[in-house]
């Protein structure tokens, strides 16, 4: 069966990195787009970025220029970099995997996922 699963989050102080990965079935291909979402406490879930299917990238201005998202094909693998981290980036993180495009003329579009990780907690501390 299809499988998204994260792992790497734990505690951080302020100004700290991380590196979060998505392990994926090996029946998610190249033509599905994975994203990382995010959701704090007491918040609604937000998008964080994306991996296109045509190997584009995007981020949401609050994670822009401090983030990093990569895929390893041979691994069926998805990271996320973070960088600078701020008490405003503590949260659950999710993977997310849907089959097609997730953005056209280089707007993140809102279409449903197909599959969706458990989540890994990102805790920044001060």
């Known amino acids: 069966g299809v499988r998204v699963a994260e792992s790497g989050g734990g505690s951080v102080q302020t100004g700290g990195s991380l590196t979060l990965t998505c392990a994926t079935s090996e029946s998610i291909t190249s033509d599905y787009c994975m994203a990382w979402y995010r959701q704090a406490p007491g918040q609604e879930r937000e998008g964080v970025g994306l991996?296109?299917?045509?190997?584009?990238?995007f981020y949401v201005d609050t994670v822009k220029g401090r983030s990093t998202i990569s895929k390893d094909s041979a691994k069926n693998t998805l990271y996320l970099q973070m960088n600078s981290l701020n008490l405003e980036d503590t949260a659950m993180y999710y993977c997310?995997?849907?089959?097609?495009?997730?953005?056209?003329?280089?707007?993140?579009?809102?279409?449903?996922?197909?599959?969706w990780g458990q989540g890994t907690q990102v805790t920044v501390t001060s």
């Open positions: 997310a995997a849907r089959r097609g495009r997730c953005t056209e003329y280089g707007i993140w579009v809102e279409y449903d996922f197909d599959y």
């Open positions: 991996f296109d299917v045509d190997g584009s990238t």
